[in-house]
């Protein structure tokens, strides 16, 4: 057993009961977290099969088109 396991066990036989029940049920929420992670998923993949060819120029005119008519605070 290694000296972090030690400690942890150590740490759970000193608390309460319903305090070791609310250890236990935060390793499992930790368990399962870790291990159902979604592999992330590429953006540009998203459209790949559509054949659409987007530009850094496209998006630039698509930005000052949404915000032209935005109300700005003039300070």
Do not use: Y
């Not at 400690?7 to 977290?33: C, G, I, S, T, W």
Request: aromatic fraction near 10%; proline fraction near 5%; hydrophobic fraction near 35%.
């Amino acid at each position: 057993m290694t000296n972090l396991e030690q400690a942890v066990l150590e740490r759970l036989r000193n608390l309460p009961p319903h305090q070791q029940q609310e250890l236990l049920d935060f390793a499992d929420f930790l368990q399962h977290k870790t291990s159902f992670k979604r592999p992330r998923i590429d953006v540009k993949g998203l459209w790949t099969n559509l054949d659409i060819d987007i530009s850094e120029e496209d998006i630039s005119q698509a930005r000052q088109e949404m915000w032209a008519n935005f109300p700005r605070d003039d300070f």
